[in-house]
């Protein structure tokens, strides 16, 4: 039902972050903040008895889920265990005869509304009630009421992972934030785009933006505010513009974009079975970056000789409990057949930081800094079992066509070390299991991220059989601007001298240690850095399936030569503008 517009029909042009090119043109779905999907309707008096018992079965759910976690705090340093053993003994406290169960109860009975809004509306009143407590720590308590709130809408809910699909079709969704799970979640087939308030364009939402082929804005500052459901709205994600209620001219030269847009895909989709080389024909490899196994079709489609990075982590989003050994090859197993031979290389768990898979349990949410914490190999070698598991599954897809490992946010040549140490244990597990196993130990190579690692990847080449360049990670540790921050988001910058001379020293290491580079953080799918990277060494590119037919009418129009001297240049310059005006003059007239 459309409410009444709060920019009252009248056009409005608002600005943020384009993260994902393309334009959507729909009807707004806004999605109010901390009710994420919560569906709402009235019960008839007769429901209500239905209704309270599908609220007991989500408390007997919640209490269940609940205890197998405290099970879980066994296998951790105690210090971890008593703390994380107090806040799960709380939120069961806050499941028996509470004045959440109470108040919720009541709701149904008197609001005749179903359980979900229930809960939703008991949680925002008790949250508020502690928020407002001048005690710090009680104040703190609000959180642990909207984690159990949360719980129980999912388990009402029953299909969490199904959110975002009782939309409208074609539905635009407007929203404060939206999660890299949340996006995870999205179907391009039903929504046409989203735009937020928070959120910048090297988070991973606005890479799962790209990957799915979404357009986005992240970044609006006064969009929920502006916008009601039902608000016809444009979402211009290659200049970060959304448009609530367009007049007839702007919706018609929207549409004309669109149409243009769509001709241009169709005419880079002819590049696809054309090879990536130079006008000097040296060959460079472009691969694919993905997130979920469904992608992988976008990826054959657009031409990959691989896949680049596979990020693990998805496969822990939006559910319970994580997948097991056996589910997490099917799936790896299902990715390597597809790609039919051509290598996958497959990155160990990178959760943490504004990754989130509360499958592991909710304490990875409450780091410190969490961009500094327990995130990637630093968690996958505090929790050996987790990686254990995933290396067995990853070895085990291996027999199924070629397969690599690949390790994010290493700094240490121990870490490396540790994870072959993992490595050689689990394979000798497997074979006293019999399982199937490639011939050969996958090669193991290492993300280069954080700056500490570019600096010693001379000593980490001694160890790695491969470097895989995440530029994201690595321009926001050097620069110290969070990737994901909208406020900052103008200062990330990838031509910044700092983060270019710490991609040539990696890409100078791997070739004294004749081992492979490849980028594969945004940069490499922007066709805008291709001379450059190429210009510095780089030989192979990983990135969204959609950036690649663009990226390779570029690499087919360079000149290595000229690249490299170009490269050259741009290295002895201390000012980045400097640097984007002689890239940019380059790419106009090489
Ligand atoms: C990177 O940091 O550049 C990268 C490729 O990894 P992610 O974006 O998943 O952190
Ligand atoms: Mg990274």
Do not use: W
Not at 263 to 287: F, K, M, N, S, W
Not at 397 to 424: C, K
Not at 428 to 442: H, T
Not at 495 to 503: G, K, T
């Amino acid at each position: 039902m459309k409410s009444e517009s709060k920019s009252k029909e009248r056009q409005l042009v608002l600005d943020g972050v384009g993260v994902a090119p393309g334009i959507a043109i729909g009807p707004a779905h806004v999605v109010e903040s901390g009710a994420l999907n919560v569906p709402e309707y009235r019960v008839t008096k007769a429901e209500v008895a239905d209704e309270k018992a599908r609220f007991k079965a989500a408390i007997e759910g919640s209490r269940s889920q609940i205890e197998r976690l405290k099970g879980k705090t066994k296998g951790m340093p105690p210090a971890v265990a008593e703390d994380l053993g107090y806040l799960l003994e709380a939120h069961l406290q806050m499941l028996t005869g509470s004045r959440l169960v109470r108040g919720v109860e009541e709701r149904i009975a008197d609001g005749r509304i179903n359980a979900e809004a229930a809960v939703q509306a008991e949680i925002s009143e008790i949250a508020r009630g502690f928020a407002e407590l001048p005690d710090a720590y009680m104040a703190a308590r609000a959180q642990d009421v909207r984690e159990v709130g949360a719980r129980l809408i999912r388990n009402l809910t029953e299909t969490p992972y199904q959110a975002f699909q009782r939309l409208p079709e074609g539905a635009v969704i407007v929203a404060d934030e939206v999660t890299p799970a949340d996006t995870a979640l999205m179907d391009p087939k039903m929504i046409a785009g989203f735009a937020t308030v928070m959120g910048g364009a090297e988070g991973h939402t606005g890479i799962m933006a790209r990957s799915l082929e979404l357009p986005a804005v992240l970044g609006v500052p006064d969009l929920t505010r502006s916008v009601s459901s039902g608000d016809m709205v444009i979402v211009d994600g290659l200049i970060g513009r959304v448009v609530v209620n367009p007049d007839a001219p702007m919706l018609r030269r929207y549409k004309e974009r669109q149409n243009s847009l769509e001709r241009e895909r169709q005419r880079l989709g002819e590049l696809r079975d054309l090879p990536a080389v130079t006008r000097d024909e040296t060959h460079i490899e472009l691969h694919a970056n993905l997130e979920l196994p469904r992608e992988i079709e976008l990826a054959v489609n657009a031409g990959a000789e691989g896949i680049g990075l596979l990020r693990t982590e998805f496969m822990f989003m939006n559910r319970e409990t994580p997948p097991d050994e056996n589910e997490q090859y099917e799936s790896m197993r299902g990715l390597v057949e597809g790609m039919g031979g051509r290598p996958v290389t497959i990155r160990t768990l990178d959760v943490g930081g504004e990754k989130l898979a509360y499958s592991l349990g909710d304490h990875i949410a409450d780091a410190v800094n969490p961009a500094l914490g327990l995130r990637a190999i630093r968690l996958s070698l505090k929790q050996q079992r987790l990686l254990e598991t995933q290396i067995a599954a990853i070895l085990r897809a291996g027999a199924h066509g070629p397969v690599r490992i690949l390790l994010p946010m290493i700094s240490t040549v121990g870490e490396v070390r540790q994870v072959r140490d993992v490595v050689a244990k689990v394979v000798r597990r497997l074979k006293r299991r019999r399982a199937r196993l490639a011939k050969q130990v996958p090669p193991i190579g290492v993300m280069i991220e954080v700056p500490g690692a570019a600096l010693a990847a001379d000593a980490i080449g001694r160890v790695a059989d491969f470097f895989a360049i995440g530029t994201n990670d690595l321009t926001m540790y050097t620069l110290a601007i969070d990737r994901a921050d909208e406020q900052v988001a103008h200062l990330f910058n990838p031509l910044h001298p700092a983060v270019l001379r710490l991609i040539q020293f990696s890409a100078e290491a791997a070739f004294r240690a004749r081992i492979p580079i490849s980028v594969c953080g945004e940069m490499a799918g922007d066709p805008r850095y291709t001379a450059l990277l190429l210009g510095l060494g780089v030989r192979e590119l990983s990135m969204a399936a959609a950036n690649l037919p663009r990226v390779k009418q570029r690499v087919r129009q360079i000149d290595l030569m000229a690249a490299t001297q170009r490269a050259q240049m741009i290295m002895d310059q201390a000012d980045s503008r400097r640097i984007a005006v002689l890239l940019d003059d380059f790419n106009t007239f090489a």
